[in-house]
């Protein structure tokens, strides 16, 4: 019986090889002002 | 401190399952759900497969079969030599590392109006003068801002540019100049600028939407939601609100946008602990994309959140998510930005845990042409860093931003949230603790049930579409 249902998401640990290159947006450059929201911004790289 | 590898809830009838180190999300039956935590717990003891097994067969005995215990037990097993659960944290030298590296600027916050026709009740900008005097960013300063972005911006290609205020279309002239001059240097500098607008709406006419739909990356329209929750807060100088002006323009800007590349943004303090209905409104208006965000306000005033409004809000943030999906399944969704996540291609490891920026690659330029870490510290004199002619003078404030990561914050280390909040607002952390590495608590508790509602609505979604990401 499968008990796991596993959701694709991004390998953070690969992300450690090729990541860094800073040209993704920056957080308070989208649409909030006073809080800081990283997790919804998308790579550059695998847009 | 113990620090959780783990973070797992339940919500809308989903056990969820984080292994914050490595991002996977899971979606898990009870026996799975029950036997993940003794297994971390024994784990950390240095207890051996065969001791782990004997124990929560023993813990669990009352409630499931020893069947269904051990084949849950193997597959965490599984996914745990998949590096998909329970992985250990390695990126702390990473990240350290990685803020070693030469600063360059990327993203400024362009003051281009230090005024404003609307005089919002919350407004951190004090009406839009930061608590200074009134003042328009000329044209000048604004090019030497351009010249200082592209300058400092080292081997950086996408360059970003907000035009803030105050309010920005009260100098309007300038900010069209100042998008045509970054045009020009864009290809003798090998660069791309990204222009946005953040606005309150009242000036927008046919011409500026014209240009705006052109030149700009993204709009944020500023509405709190329904009429008198918006008018309240948001008010002319004069008292009268200002919803009946602008609604029918954000609606003409959304259309012309194709309902993309903009927000409508709004804020809710204590006067609408049910934002639900803000955002319900919004979305029966016509907007497909909305940002609802909490204030950030002294305790004195009297329309802050308070600790004891945490319990409603929280439930506030799960009403909506499954309003959200509701209108999703009708076929009348919505992007709500703070419910949204990239789980397969959202940001690197080094974006996720290095902060946002402030200080360091980001930074606010005032209508006279001064460097602050962030459009929340202008007007915070301590935190002046420079100017547009000069550059970054003090760079020791710049490097105490540098150092500024979730490592640095001792509450961020034990939080699954620092992989999608990256530690926290600085200004906020400031504003509450007088030092910009701490941590806003009550900002937290709310960004911690954004994202627990975020992961939900994509197992949902998962279910829903019967995507094949089920592996």
């Given amino acids: 019986m499968k008990r796991i249902k596993t959701l694709a998401t991004r390998d953070l640990k690969e992300s450690m090889k090729k990541g860094g290159c800073g040209e993704c947006q920056t957080s308070c450059q989208s649409a909030c002002k006073t809080s800081c929201t990283v997790g919804n911004q998308s790579c550059e790289k695998v847009k | ?471």
């Fill in chain 2, 1 to 471: 401190m113990e620090v959780k590898v783990i973070h797992q809830y339940k919500n809308n009838g989903y056990n969820i399952v984080l292994d914050v180190n490595s991002g996977s999300v899971h979606v898990v039956d009870e026996v799975v759900y029950d036997v993940i935590p003794l297994v971390e717990e024994l784990q950390n003891n240095g207890c051996e497969d065969e001791e782990i097994k004997g124990r929560i067969l023993a813990d669990l005995k009352d409630k499931y079969a020893a069947e269904d215990i051990l084949d849950a037990y193997s597959q965490i097993v599984e996914l745990k030599e998949a590096g998909m659960l329970y992985a250990p944290d390695i990126y702390e030298n990473y990240i350290v590392d990685f803020k070693k590296r030469e600063t360059v600027v990327k993203a400024l916050c362009l003051h281009i109006a230090h005024d404003c026709n609307l005089a919002c009740k919350y407004c951190f900008a004090g009406e839009g003068e930061y608590h200074g005097r009134r003042a328009l960013m000329s044209l000048e300063t604004g090019k030497k801002a351009l010249d200082f972005l592209v300058k400092n911006s080292g081997n950086r290609v996408n360059l970003e540019v907000d035009f803030f205020g105050g309010e920005p279309l009260l100098n309007w002239q300038v900010v069209k100049e100042l998008v045509i001059y970054g045009r020009s240097l864009e290809e003798p500098y090998h660069k791309k600028f990204r222009f946005t607008l953040t606005t309150n709406g009242v000036l927008l006419n046919d011409e500026i939407m014209e240009f705006a739909n052109r030149e700009m990356a993204n709009i944020v329209l500023s509405i709190d939601g329904r009429k008198e929750i918006n008018d309240l807060m948001r008010p002319y100088r004069g008292g009268q609100g200002s919803y009946d002006t602008i609604v029918p323009k954000f609606l003409t800007v959304a259309e012309s946008r194709k309902q993309m590349n903009y927000y409508v943004r709004g804020t809710f303090t204590r006067n609408n602990p049910d934002f639900a209905k803000d955002v319900a409104h919004l979305a029966d208006l016509g907007f497909k994309q909305i940002s609802v965000e909490p204030v950030v306000a002294q305790p004195s005033d009297d329309y802050a959140l308070r600790p004891e409004d945490l319990p409603a809000l929280l439930e506030e943030y799960d009403h909506l998510a499954v309003e959200l999906l509701n209108r999703r399944k009708e076929g009348k969704g919505v992007n709500f930005f703070h419910f949204m996540i990239d789980l397969e291609g959202g940001p690197c490891v080094a974006k996720r845990l290095s902060g946002c920026g402030s200080g360091t690659e980001y930074l606010a330029v005032t209508p006279w042409g001064d460097l602050y870490p962030c459009h929340q510290f202008v007007g915070q004199e301590e935190f002046l860093m420079g100017n547009v002619d000069e550059g970054i003078v003090r760079t020791d404030i710049r490097d105490n931003f540098k150092s500024c990561n979730v490592y640095a914050k001792e509450k961020c280390r034990s939080c699954f949230a620092r992989f999608y909040c990256s530690g926290g607002c600085a200004a906020n952390s400031y504003n509450f603790h007088g030092r910009i590495d701490d941590v806003y608590e009550l900002g937290c508790e709310l960004q911690r049930k954004r994202i627990e509602c975020a992961i939900m609505i994509k197992a949902a979604l998962a279910d829903l579409e019967g995507e094949d990401k089920v592996k």
